[in-house]
DNA sequence: TGCCATGTTAAACT
DNA sequence: GAGTTTAACATGGC
């Protein structure tokens, strides 16, 4: 998305309409300084203020559409070369430096990411189950669920491995792997051939093994969590 | 066709 | 006050 809507940076808002709870119209006559993200969230960067869009579970958006959308439109910037509408999403107004806000180097996608930043964070949390601390976002801004059992499943790792007993080196694979994995995972998404590269996520057989996964809701975030109890370990 | 889920926040609880 | 649970959001996929 971040790319596709680079073709309306440096324009001006002529209209901005919607039914988000914040006023839309404050951004009308607004230039977009800028595009940007923070794991899920969308930052549009305004000369004072930035709108920032979270998609939450079935969020959308779409650019430049012919008729108008028929779905409940949630926010819609109109611009001289095109329009920008985002569907069933959390919109909020930071204002401030982003810098202060964000801490750049916990998204897993940014440049300015820090794999050592990440380990610094991990060894502080020891009690927490490795299913939770790939979903903390303060650590691995961008993982989400699909992501957590994927990583979990490549390296080997039990989700409810204790963070504290897991062997350093396989610490340095989880952080490696979160972000390893978050750039397949938008390669293969932009090809449409997400689920075909699943090796845990909602499958019912071990692709190593061969044996049945096990499918449970664990740790403090109780979510869906796919894994093999012969090739994960699992440090406790 | 009904149920579930790629996520987060805030209110309502204990 | 801290921690936990629930509700809300609202739609596509299976």
């Not at 998609?55 to 779905?71: C, D, V, W």
């Not at 202060?100 to 020891?126: F, G, H, Q, R």
């Not at 669920?145 to 610490?171: C, D, M, Q, W, Y």
Request: net charge positive.
């Amino acid at each position: 998305m971040k790319e596709l809507v680079q073709q309306f940076k440096g324009k001006k808002i002529l209209q901005a309409e919607g039914n988000a709870k914040i006023d839309p119209s404050d951004f009308v006559n607004k230039k977009i300084v800028d595009f940007k993200s923070w794991g899920k969230h969308f930052l549009i960067c305004l000369p004072k203020a930035t709108i920032r869009i979270h998609f939450l579970m079935f969020g959308s958006y779409s650019i430049n559409e012919q008729t108008k959308p028929a779905r409940s439109l949630r926010l819609h910037l109109k611009f001289t070369n095109g329009d920008l509408y985002f569907y069933t999403c959390s919109i909020k107004i930071l204002e401030g430096d982003l810098d202060e806000i964000y801490d750049w180097s916990a998204d897993v996608m940014n440049e300015k990411w820090s794999a050592t930043k990440a380990i610094k964070k991990l060894k502080a949390i020891p009690g927490t189950l490795a299913c939770d601390a790939l979903l903390n976002q303060d650590i691995f801004s961008g993982v989400g669920n699909i992501i957590k059992n994927e990583v979990l499943f490549r390296i080997k790792l039990h989700p409810e491995s204790s963070i504290g007993k897991i062997p350093t080196a396989v610490i340095k694979a989880m952080v490696k792997e979160a972000r390893k994995y978050s750039f397949d995972f938008l390669k293969w998404k932009k090809a449409f051939e997400l689920k075909k590269h699943w090796l845990a996520h909602t499958k019912k057989m071990c692709a190593r093994c061969n044996i049945p996964l096990i499918k449970t809701y664990p740790g403090k975030t109780k979510r869906r969590t796919f894994f093999c109890t012969d090739c994960q370990i699992k440090y406790d």
